[in-house]
């Protein structure tokens, strides 16, 4: 067994979802040191998958765009059989797409690879400070949050642009990614 040295393989990964313009690369962007913008795009048929090293955590984040990938959903049974937790972002102040990202969270819940392995899931209703943002109790009745039961789940209202609101959902979903290893 070789040493793993400073560049220790990352035991952990997570998935990041949503509809496109929903703020995930800024997100992303927002997990990695200022200044370092090191996101790999990983070459795939159909959809784009974004991937990072958060440095020091030893957590792999790749972000998936499912925006008119819906034919593609097979292929993304391998990420979501391989995650950890999953941050699903949705742009809180796009009331008409809201009802679009209901039916992509449908589809990531009932996915048996996270359902049976109870991945943690951490909703970001994003761009609160866009007049009409629906907050994170309103995204909550519309995702019908309460009613999963199968996963541990949290949502937070966030602003991807100031990092408003986002360490509270990372240390939430860091805390359930700890508890797992
Ligand atoms: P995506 O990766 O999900 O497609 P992006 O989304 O991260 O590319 O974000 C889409 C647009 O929304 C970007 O604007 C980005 O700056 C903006 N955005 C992301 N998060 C927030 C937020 O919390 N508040 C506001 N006001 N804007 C946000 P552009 O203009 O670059 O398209």
Known sequence: ????????????????????????????????????????????????????????????ASCIDMSGSSKYRDLWSKYFSETDGIIFVVDGSDELRLAVAKDEFDMIISSPAIKTRKVPILVLSNKKDVRGHKTAAEVSKILELTSLKTNNWNICDSNALSGDGLNEGFSWISGQLKGKR
């Open 1 to 60: 067994m070789g040493g793993s040295g400073s560049t220790s393989k990352p035991k952990t990964s997570l998935l990041i979802l949503g509809l496109d313009n929903s703020g995930k690369t800024t997100i992303i962007n927002s997990l990695l040191p200022q200044g370092q913008k090191d996101i790999d795009v990983v070459p795939t048929i159909g959809f784009a998958v974004q991937r990072i090293r958060i440095p020091g955590s030893g957590i792999t």
